[in-house]
């Protein structure tokens, strides 16, 4: 008789069960099992082999499945070549970038033979807060310093060294080197040459056009650099046997960001030149300040960011809609948040062609040995105008950003707030100890929140009823905005109203003009209430839960520098039984350490 399976059972389609289902079903054929069909024998031990095989054939088909779809791919290479394929070259970091002034000293400039101290392309200067190296960015061969000038000359400088690899030429169409480089290299800073002549970068092989000369860089899947030439029609082709130059900068990220400013302090490790071939050491020549601080230092894009912002990516190469923008910049890593929004649903048709921008920083960057979130400085919270004069220099260096298009950045509008905590504590903690716990626990989290449209205290509560000693606790935040506003007896409204306008050209700055067709017209006035009456939710930015309500461009801060409704100073700092930016106030007298509330204190903390 012959025996066949009518069908796989879907529901045993595990290798263990297909082997012990194929071992039944020889031991039913020939109904030896005990005897000769053992798992020693010859038959039993190649069904082991094979139910092995199988495994591994599952697995490489599950393993297939899932790093075919970028959001389920867990491989480096997988996520890349899907990014790829979508248009998005992965992010491989930005070195910090900043600007020194340099002058020959009065005291010294006799020393120097000549008429000049000449100083070589990508000289090195050392940093002494960061201890890293900064390499001095220069268009021509030698960087020239007269005797005569006394004044003091700016020269960029970028975090990181050049490093130069050479591959040979093949002469074919579309011709592509794979450079292997370690470490982090500057996704932008790259430089190709051909027989010494340099080759100008491109977004697209399209943008290239018969005999250009020019290449297309992206990040390798495997990691390095992927570097592209021509066809021809689109195009110039290297020759073959040419010396084809790739210069990158290698980089340490954010670490080369850089707080200070002209406090500063750096040497020069590379020597001077004056005309006759003397050399000098430059930090004895020299009169030296940082004048701009060097920022946007950014880390390559993890591939989670990758995952997130690959779908993104305008495969125009442009910057066309605000999550262009985001998936954009978002790749520096310096952002706490970051939101691109337009404003096309407004009515007002004068700024619909604008991008709006708006950015915090990532504070916990700032933080240093002894800081916290109290402890930091007010405009560390913020962007600077040199910080936000960069990021749009970013994009116009770019190139992709669209003609018809402005950007903007919307400034943060700061609400300030206290905190004031209520702990009922149990005795035989210490007070201050508990302090110190919930500072840390309340920092840590202010420092981490990206959330933006509110703050709940719940938040706060479940935070602190985990630190060591506090039996219970709550918390309140009280609004300058309403202190001031119980204080006054009133509060500012705004009424926002757009009309049609007779067609007017209007300054935007930088000699720029603009036709304006719409007026927007912002009236306020003072608006009095009882003494007790509750205030308009979007005035204290508080809700009925006592929770913080934020507007777009708002930002939450625990600053103190104000006074409440009693002309009571609030102190900007952190404070045990004052008022404070935080304020911790103990319940007297602690609770007594009894085995009835302790049982009671874990039982509830185990709910």
Request: charge should be negative.
């Amino acid at each position: 008789m012959e025996y066949k399976f009518k069908y796989l059972e879907k529901s045993r389609i595990k290798t263990k069960e297909m082997i012990s289902d194929t071992q039944t079903f020889i031991s039913r054929v020939y109904n030896r099992a005990g005897t000769l069909f053992t798992s020693a024998s010859p038959f039993a031990q190649i069904l082991n082999v094979l139910q092995e095989l199988s495994s591994f054939i599952f697995l490489y088909i599950e393993d297939a499945m899932v790093e075919q779809n970028i959001l389920t791919a867990q491989h480096k290479e997988s996520v890349y070549g899907l990014s790829r394929l979508a248009g998005h070259d992965p992010f491989r970091g930005s070195s910090a970038q900043g600007e020194i002034r340099i002058r020959l000293n009065p005291t010294t400039v006799a020393e120097v033979a000549g008429d000049a101290v000449n100083i070589l392309p990508d000289s090195i200067i050392k940093m002494e807060a960061n201890s890293l190296k900064y390499t001095m960015l220069t268009n021509s061969d030698k960087f020239r310093i007269s005797k005569t000038t006394s004044t003091f000359i700016r020269i960029p400088i970028i975090q990181g060294e050049v490093e130069r690899q050479t591959v040979t030429g093949t002469g074919e169409k579309f011709q592509s080197f794979n450079i292997i480089t370690k470490g982090n290299t500057d996704h932008n800073h790259v430089k190709v040459s051909v027989n010494s002549i340099p080759w100008e970068k491109y977004s697209s092989i399209y943008d290239m056009k018969v005999g250009t000369t020019g290449f297309i860089v992206k990040t390798g899947i495997t990691g390095g650099l992927d570097v592209y030439f021509g066809n021809g029609s689109f195009g110039a082709l290297p020759p073959l046997g040419s010396s084809i130059e790739i210069q990158y900068i290698k980089n340490q990220g954010d670490n080369g960001n850089l707080i200070g400013g002209k406090n500063l302090r750096f040497k020069f490790e590379s020597e001077g030149f004056d005309s006759i071939g003397n050399s000098y050491d430059l930090n004895e020549l020299l009169d030296t300040e940082v004048s701009v601080t060097p920022r946007m230092g950014s880390n390559p894009e993890s591939i989670e960011l990758t995952k997130l912002i690959a779908p993104l990516q305008s495969h125009g190469f442009v910057l066309a809609t605000p999550d262009n923008y985001e998936a954009f910049l978002s790749q520096y890593g310096m952002f706490s948040y970051l939101d691109a929004y337009s404003t096309t649903d407004d009515g007002y048709l004068d700024d619909d062609n604008v991008i709006y921008l708006f950015m915090l920083p990532d504070v916990k960057r700032k933080l240093v040995q002894n800081k916290d979130y109290f402890s930091l400085e007010l405009d560390e919270f913020f962007f600077s105008e040199d910080e936000e004069n960069a990021v749009l220099n970013i994009i116009e260096k770019s190139g992709r950003q669209m003609l018809t298009s402005e950007i903007k950045i919307t400034p943060p509008s700061p609400q300030y707030f206290r905190m004031d905590i209520k702990v009922r504590y149990f005795e035989g903690y210490d007070k201050h100890s508990i302090f110190n716990d919930i500072r840390a626990q309340i920092s840590e989290y202010l420092v981490h929140i990206t959330r933006r449209d509110r703050l709940p205290k719940s938040d706060i509560i479940a935070i602190l009823e985990g630190v060591k000693g506090i039996d219970s606790v709550n918390v309140r935040f009280v609004s300058k905005a309403e202190e001031e506003a119980r204080k006054n007896g009133y509060y500012v409204s705004e009424t926002v109203t757009i009309t049609p306008n007779t067609p007017i050209l209007e300054d935007i700055g930088n000699g720029q003009q603009k036709m304006v067709f719409f007026k927007r017209t912002v009236k306020k006035r003072n608006v009095r209430f009882e003494k007790d009456a509750a205030l308009p939710e979007n005035v204290i930015n508080l809700d009925s839960f006592g929770d913080i309500l934020l507007e777009k461009d708002e930002v939450a801060l625990f600053r103190g520098g104000w006074q409440d409704r009693d002309d009571i100073l609030v102190e900007d700092d952190a404070l045990i039984g004052e008022m404070g930016a935080l304020s911790v106030y103990f319940d007297e007298p602690p609770v007594p350490q009894t085995i009835f509330t302790r049982v009671q204190a874990k039982n509830r903390k185990s709910i």
